[in-house]
């Protein structure tokens, strides 16, 4: 009977162990994929920057926004013209 409980008790303990390896695994994994992402993110701003002449990303959306509203304004002049 007592070993039934240490044979137990020692299963317990390596599916803890496996568990709690599989989490750290899937964390370090998960880490490592926002790192990557971030440095493509710090890329991709540094090459909008020296592309388009912009001193960030805030100022890039704004500009974008920009044109947005004067493409917007220019369809509404086309479409009033063609009535």
């Known amino acids: 009977m007592l070993e039934f409980f240490l044979a137990f008790f020692l299963v317990v303990i390596f599916v ?15 880490n490592q994929a926002i790192d990557r ?13 020296s592309e388009y002449s912009v001193g960030g990303i805030d100022d ?15 369809i509404f002049k086309i479409s009033k013209s063609l009535k």
Request: net charge negative; proline share 0%.
């Open 60 to 74: 890039a959306i704004h500009e974008l926004e920009r044109v947005k509203a004067s493409f917007i304004s220019f």
């Open 16 to 30: 803890s162990i496996i568990l709690s390896v599989r989490g750290q695994r899937y964390s370090e994994e998960l």
């Open 37 to 49: 992402i971030e440095k493509e993110g710090a890329a991709m701003e540094s090459f909008i920057r």
